[in-house]
Protein backbone atom coordinates (compact mmCIF):
# COMPACT_ATOMS: atom_id res chain seq x y z
CA UNK A 1 0.00 0.00 0.00
CA UNK A 2 1.02 3.46 -0.86
CA UNK A 3 -0.01 6.15 1.63
CA UNK A 4 0.42 10.26 0.91
CA UNK A 5 1.57 11.82 4.10
CA UNK A 6 0.04 15.49 4.14
CA UNK A 7 2.76 18.28 5.21
CA UNK A 8 1.92 20.26 7.91
CA UNK A 9 -0.12 23.47 6.97
CA UNK A 10 1.83 26.61 6.01
CA UNK A 11 0.78 30.21 6.92
CA UNK A 12 -1.36 31.40 4.15
CA UNK A 13 -1.23 35.58 2.99
CA UNK A 14 -3.16 37.90 4.44
CA UNK A 15 -6.23 38.31 1.68
CA UNK A 16 -5.95 41.11 -0.39
CA UNK A 17 -7.61 44.23 0.58
CA UNK A 18 -10.33 45.38 -2.45
CA UNK A 19 -11.68 48.90 -2.28
CA UNK A 20 -15.23 48.58 -1.19
CA UNK A 21 -17.20 48.98 -4.40
CA UNK A 22 -15.42 45.49 -5.47
CA UNK A 23 -16.36 42.34 -5.11
CA UNK A 24 -13.94 39.84 -5.67
CA UNK A 25 -15.95 36.64 -7.28
CA UNK A 26 -13.30 34.23 -7.56
CA UNK A 27 -13.68 30.97 -5.95
CA UNK A 28 -10.57 30.87 -2.74
CA UNK A 29 -7.56 28.91 -3.43
CA UNK A 30 -7.56 25.90 -3.01
CA UNK A 31 -5.98 24.38 0.13
CA UNK A 32 -2.99 22.10 -0.36
CA UNK A 33 -4.07 19.20 1.43
CA UNK A 34 -7.70 19.16 -0.87
CA UNK A 35 -5.31 19.25 -3.78
CA UNK A 36 -2.78 16.53 -2.56
CA UNK A 37 -5.76 14.56 -1.44
CA UNK A 38 -7.58 14.55 -4.90
CA UNK A 39 -4.18 13.71 -6.89
CA UNK A 40 -3.85 10.71 -4.48
CA UNK A 41 -7.18 9.79 -5.36
CA UNK A 42 -6.64 10.51 -9.08
CA UNK A 43 -2.97 8.28 -8.88
CA UNK A 44 -4.70 5.06 -6.94
CA UNK A 45 -3.08 5.52 -3.96
CA UNK A 46 -4.24 3.85 -1.02
CA UNK A 47 -4.57 6.35 1.56
CA UNK A 48 -3.59 10.16 3.15
CA UNK A 49 -2.51 10.77 6.31
CA UNK A 50 -3.43 14.21 8.24
CA UNK A 51 -0.95 13.87 11.12
CA UNK A 52 -1.37 15.72 14.33
CA UNK A 53 -0.11 18.87 15.05
CA UNK A 54 -1.25 20.64 18.41
CA UNK A 55 -0.70 23.87 16.56
CA UNK A 56 -2.38 23.51 13.16
CA UNK A 57 -5.92 22.78 12.17
CA UNK A 58 -7.85 20.09 14.12
CA UNK A 59 -6.74 16.42 11.77
CA UNK A 60 -10.30 14.50 12.63
CA UNK A 61 -11.92 18.12 10.89
CA UNK A 62 -9.16 18.06 8.01
CA UNK A 63 -9.85 14.43 7.48
CA UNK A 64 -13.64 14.71 7.29
CA UNK A 65 -13.18 17.42 4.36
CA UNK A 66 -10.54 15.25 2.75
CA UNK A 67 -13.17 12.49 2.76
CA UNK A 68 -16.31 14.59 1.12
CA UNK A 69 -13.76 15.76 -1.34
CA UNK A 70 -12.06 11.62 -2.26
CA UNK A 71 -14.12 9.04 -3.93
CA UNK A 72 -11.65 5.89 -2.68
CA UNK A 73 -8.29 6.71 -0.91
CA UNK A 74 -8.49 5.99 3.05
CA UNK A 75 -7.77 9.44 4.61
CA UNK A 76 -6.48 8.44 8.62
CA UNK A 77 -6.34 10.87 10.92
CA UNK A 78 -3.39 11.39 13.25
CA UNK A 79 -4.96 12.00 16.87
CA UNK A 80 -3.56 11.78 20.92
CA UNK A 81 -5.54 9.20 23.08
CA UNK A 82 -5.77 12.29 25.76
CA UNK A 83 -7.32 14.50 23.20
CA UNK A 84 -10.90 12.77 23.66
CA UNK A 85 -12.50 9.58 25.28
CA UNK A 86 -12.38 6.76 23.28
CA UNK A 87 -16.71 6.70 23.24
CA UNK A 88 -16.35 10.06 21.25
CA UNK A 89 -13.91 9.45 19.22
CA UNK A 90 -16.10 6.10 17.81
CA UNK A 91 -19.13 8.04 17.34
CA UNK A 92 -17.40 10.54 15.17
CA UNK A 93 -15.26 7.92 13.82
CA UNK A 94 -18.77 5.98 13.16
CA UNK A 95 -20.68 8.95 11.46
CA UNK A 96 -16.99 9.43 9.14
CA UNK A 97 -17.45 5.78 8.26
CA UNK A 98 -21.11 5.88 7.44
CA UNK A 99 -20.63 8.83 5.12
CA UNK A 100 -16.83 7.85 3.58
CA UNK A 101 -17.84 4.25 2.79
CA UNK A 102 -15.76 2.65 5.20
CA UNK A 103 -12.70 4.71 4.35
CA UNK A 104 -11.92 6.93 7.81
CA UNK A 105 -9.12 5.67 9.67
CA UNK A 106 -7.10 6.11 13.13
CA UNK A 107 -3.20 7.12 13.58
CA UNK A 108 -1.96 6.87 16.61
CA UNK A 109 1.56 7.24 18.03
CA UNK A 110 3.60 4.43 18.76
CA UNK A 111 4.55 6.19 21.96
CA UNK A 112 1.42 7.29 23.44
CA UNK A 113 1.25 4.95 26.86
CA UNK A 114 -2.41 5.18 26.96
CA UNK A 115 -3.10 3.68 23.11
CA UNK A 116 -3.89 -0.39 23.88
CA UNK A 117 -6.47 0.68 26.40
CA UNK A 118 -7.71 3.75 24.07
CA UNK A 119 -8.33 1.08 21.00
CA UNK A 120 -10.04 -1.90 23.43
CA UNK A 121 -12.66 0.93 25.06
CA UNK A 122 -13.15 2.47 21.82
CA UNK A 123 -14.04 -1.23 19.93
CA UNK A 124 -15.86 -2.22 23.35
CA UNK A 125 -18.02 0.94 22.61
CA UNK A 126 -18.62 0.31 19.13
CA UNK A 127 -19.92 -3.45 19.31
CA UNK A 128 -21.73 -2.69 22.16
CA UNK A 129 -25.30 -3.17 22.55
CA UNK A 130 -25.46 -0.23 24.89
CA UNK A 131 -22.77 1.68 23.01
CA UNK A 132 -23.43 3.23 19.37
CA UNK A 133 -26.78 3.18 18.14
CA UNK A 134 -27.73 1.85 14.79
CA UNK A 135 -27.02 2.23 12.18
CA UNK A 136 -23.80 3.92 13.53
CA UNK A 137 -22.67 0.65 14.77
CA UNK A 138 -23.28 -1.26 11.42
CA UNK A 139 -19.86 0.84 10.23
CA UNK A 140 -16.77 -1.58 10.39
CA UNK A 141 -14.40 -0.17 13.09
CA UNK A 142 -11.34 2.60 11.68
CA UNK A 143 -8.54 0.82 11.20
CA UNK A 144 -6.01 1.58 13.11
CA UNK A 145 -2.10 2.68 12.45
CA UNK A 146 0.37 2.83 14.78
CA UNK A 147 3.25 5.47 13.97
CA UNK A 148 6.84 4.54 14.83
CA UNK A 149 8.71 0.89 14.95
CA UNK A 150 7.10 -1.98 14.28
CA UNK A 151 7.18 -5.57 16.34
CA UNK A 152 10.36 -6.35 13.62
CA UNK A 153 11.81 -2.69 14.37
CA UNK A 154 10.78 -1.35 11.07
CA UNK A 155 9.85 2.01 11.57
CA UNK A 156 7.02 3.25 9.56
CA UNK A 157 3.13 2.34 9.87
CA UNK A 158 1.92 -0.47 10.77
CA UNK A 159 -1.82 -1.97 11.01
CA UNK A 160 -3.19 -3.10 14.47
CA UNK A 161 -5.44 -6.04 14.26
CA UNK A 162 -8.15 -6.92 16.66
CA UNK A 163 -6.09 -7.53 19.59
CA UNK A 164 -3.87 -4.14 20.11
CA UNK A 165 -0.92 -5.96 20.59
CA UNK A 166 -1.19 -7.78 17.02
CA UNK A 167 -0.19 -5.38 14.27
CA UNK A 168 0.76 -5.81 10.50
CA UNK A 169 2.91 -4.14 7.93
CA UNK A 170 0.89 -2.04 5.35
CA UNK A 171 -0.25 -4.95 2.65
CA UNK A 172 0.71 -7.50 4.77
CA UNK A 173 -1.22 -10.03 6.81
CA UNK A 174 2.07 -11.35 8.78
CA UNK A 175 1.85 -10.95 12.74
CA UNK A 176 3.89 -9.48 14.77
CA UNK A 177 4.16 -7.72 18.57
CA UNK A 178 4.51 -4.28 18.94
CA UNK A 179 7.21 -4.20 21.51
Known amino acids: MTHIVLPAEAAEPAPARLPAHLTDLRPPPERSALALARAADLAGLAGVLVPFD ?3 PESLVTAAA ?9 VVAGFHSGATTPQYAAKLSASLQRFSGGRFGWHL ?12 VAREFWHSPDGLPKPLSDNPFPA ?3 GGIDGRGTPGFVEVGP ?8 GEK ?3 HVG
Open 54 to 56: PEG
Open 66 to 74: LLRATRYVQ
Open 109 to 120: EAGDPDRERFVA
Open 144 to 146: VYV
Open 163 to 170: DPGEVFRL
Open 174 to 176: ESA
